[in-house]
């Protein structure tokens, strides 16, 4: 008995031992989760310049801008994207985007009515895109973020091509952190709506003088004031 006994003593010695040396183990980081708010157009319609309902399709994407973590590319490695632990996106990043979309022309007034295809109303005009890069720049200089959206603004009724362009930003961003990162990138998608709402205006302004009126040919006055798009 007392040789079994003293292989446990031993054990019993040389643990909290052990556990004085290694020390307590580090708390597990937290999750961050980040909303995409992106503000409304400084300038807005009195009257709808795309007559008729226009609809948001949820944006397209191809692989880690389809999943919440945020995302980080190194100064220098361009083509190698990776995905940050612990932060994370409320949503999809094509979701949001599409939303904010949504939110930020439904206030610019462009059109009469702003729609997503769950609402099932018959759309005059559909705007779809692809999602290419929504991400932080970090290492090798001041910190960044990048926004490159492609979009595409079609009439249904004919199917003519209203905008059809490529929006890359790179916009500094105040700091290092993940915080500032997120405000910038709030920052840089809300240019690259605002370029897009200033190439819709002109395309449709345009085509409306070429009728003589609307762009559908009708004869209504239409009046839109909106800043030249920053660069």
Known sequence: MKLCMRPLLAILFVTPLLASCLGAAPPVPRDHFYRLVVSGPAETSRQALLPGVLTIEPLQAEGLLHERPLLYSQSGKSHEVQQHDYH??????TRMLQDQMVAYLRRSGIAESVVTPEMRIKADYRLAGKAKRLERLIGGGPPRVAVELELVLVRLADGAIVVADSYGIESAAA???VQASIEALNRA????FERFLAGAVRTAARERDRNGGNSD???KD?????PTARK
């Open 189 to 192: 998608t809300a240019r690259v």
């Open 217 to 219: 040919g009708s004869s």
């Open 222 to 226: 239409y009046s839109w004031r909106l």
């Open 175 to 177: 700091d290092d952190s």
């Open 88 to 93: 994370y996106w409320t949503d999809a990043p």
